[in-house]
């Protein structure tokens, strides 16, 4: 257990805004999430079908301050009560990071508090350590609106990043689909929705960089194939699509995707076997596309052919949370990783500096 100098656990302040949920969470070094506050900006970016940036760093502005009053009051602790407040200081929507930022920096000076800076997607990455008892080194899919990547957790800042996406992330890849299909915002559960109800067999979409080696992700000529398909359909049916059109349009859709993300995960645990001999080798799926029945089926049979036991962390933990970067915080205030106060916020922040740059995954890397 973590230990303060008064020999009390630590409680880590977790502040996140790298994208359209503004967080606060308040966690202790022994597991327990005493707040985890989520205020999700869905219904403001809706009419856009995607996050608007500028309208994502406003709401931030608005709201974490007042998220911050609410989870000390909910933990029923006061600042001094912290260790330390850790905060995402990238990668993401610039605008949003910088909220979050300044807010953790302005605490932490007039506190006198360490502040920890972490990658937003360390905190997805470390999220499953903080619900259960996972040694590293583990596998990790991350599957979300903004990344899709496999790695291999080796410790604290430590990862070998075994594939990327060259083009959109997976949740993207479901916000545009349904966006195309006439679907609600967010994409991934109103596809999979419609995807219960059609036939994944009628559309014989691409299986993008099926049978090639590596593994890295392809999505674009997947969605690109959605459009055509229901452009075809229009131009045959007078202008007009079914609901069974659309729902079979959504399950093919998610096939074919599923598909090629298993593909990919099982060249990705072709090497982890062979270059990380284990008594117990573990993929874990984190992100909000973990929410996904079939994708989560399909891995789950994926590993029990191979010996791997799957795991994903509790779902509230899976997409955008605070608790999972106060977590982060507690695994590197045990290390004394602290920042300085003048550390800068970065939209891109690879968790493997050394992995290739993948062509065309821009913040995604
Ligand atoms: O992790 P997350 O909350 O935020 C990011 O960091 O991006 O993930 C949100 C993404 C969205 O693209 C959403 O469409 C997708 O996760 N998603 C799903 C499902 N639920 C959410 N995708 C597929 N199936 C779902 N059930
Ligand atoms: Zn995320």
């Known amino acids: 257990?973590?230990?303060?100098?008064?020999?009390?656990?630590?409680?880590?302040?977790?502040?996140?805004?790298?994208?359209?949920?503004?967080?606060?969470?308040?966690?202790?070094?022994?597991?327990?999430?005493?707040?985890?506050?989520?205020?999700?900006?869905?219904?403001?970016?809706?009419?856009?079908?995607?996050?608007?940036?500028?309208?994502?760093?406003?709401?931030?502005?608005?709201?974490?301050?007042?998220?911050?009053?609410?989870?000390?009051?909910?933990?029923?602790?006061?600042?001094?009560?912290?260790?330390?407040?850790?905060?995402?200081?990238?990668?993401g929507l610039i605008g949003g990071v910088m909220v979050g930022l300044m807010t953790a920096k302005a605490i932490a000076f007039s506190k006198n508090l360490p502040l920890?800076?972490?990658?937003?997607?360390?905190?997805?990455?470390?999220?499953?350590?903080?619900?259960?008892?996972?040694?590293?080194?583990?596998?990790?899919?991350?599957?979300?609106?903004?990344?899709?990547?496999?790695?291999?957790?080796?410790?604290?800042g430590d990862y070998e990043r075994l594939g990327t996406t060259i083009d959109d992330a997976a949740g993207e890849a479901f916000d545009k689909t349904a966006k195309i299909l006439g679907l609600d915002y967010p994409g991934g559960p109103a596809v999979e929705k419609a995807a219960l109800k059609g036939d994944s067999s009628r559309f014989k979409f691409p299986r993008p960089l099926k049978g090639k080696p590596g593994s890295n992700?392809?999505?674009?000529?997947?969605?690109?194939?959605?459009?055509?398909?229901?452009?075809?359909?229009?131009?045959?049916?007078d202008g007009t699509l079914t609901r069974a059109d659309i729902c079979d349009l959504a399950a093919s859709f998610q096939m074919a995707l599923t598909d090629a993300i298993i593909d990919r995960?099982?060249?990705?645990i072709d090497y982890y076997l062979e270059h990380y001999p284990l008594n117990d080798h573990m993929l874990v799926v984190a992100g909000g596309v973990a929410a996904n029945s079939k994708i989560k089926e399909k891995l789950s049979?994926?590993?029990?052919?191979?010996?791997?036991?799957?795991?994903?962390?509790?779902?509230?933990?899976?997409?955008?949370?605070?608790?999972?970067?106060?977590?982060?915080?507690?695994?590197?205030?045990?290390?004394e990783q602290f920042s300085e106060l003048d550390v800068s916020a970065v939209a891109r922040w690879p968790l493997d500096p050394d992995a290739p740059p993948a062509i065309g995954a821009g913040v995604k890397a």
């Not at 779902?315 to 045990?334: H, P, R, S, Y």
């Open 1 to 91: 257990m973590i230990k303060n100098i008064n020999n009390s656990p630590s409680l880590i302040m977790g502040i996140e805004s790298s994208c359209d949920e503004t967080a606060v969470a308040i966690v202790s070094s022994e597991k327990e999430i005493l707040a985890n506050i989520i205020l999700t900006q869905l219904e403001e970016h809706k009419p856009y079908g995607g996050v608007v940036p500028e309208i994502a760093a406003r709401s931030h502005i608005d709201h974490l301050n007042g998220l911050v009053r609410e989870a000390l009051g909910k933990a029923k602790v006061e600042l001094d009560d912290l260790s330390a407040i850790a905060v995402t200081s990238g990668p």
């Open 116 to 156: 920890i800076s972490v990658n937003h997607l360390e905190g997805h990455a470390l999220s499953i350590r903080l619900t259960e008892e996972i040694e590293f080194p583990y596998l990790l899919l991350l599957v979300s609106g903004g990344h899709c990547q496999l790695l291999v957790v080796k410790g604290v």
């Open 217 to 237: 992700f392809s999505f674009s000529g997947l969605k690109t194939a959605v459009v055509r398909a229901k452009e075809k359909l229009l131009a045959e049916q």
């Open 265 to 268: 995960v099982k060249n990705g």
């Open 301 to 335: 049979g994926l590993c029990e052919g191979r010996g791997l036991k799957l795991k994903a962390p509790p779902l509230e933990l899976c997409t955008d949370n605070g608790a999972m970067i106060a977590w982060v915080g507690v695994e590197k205030f045990e290390e």
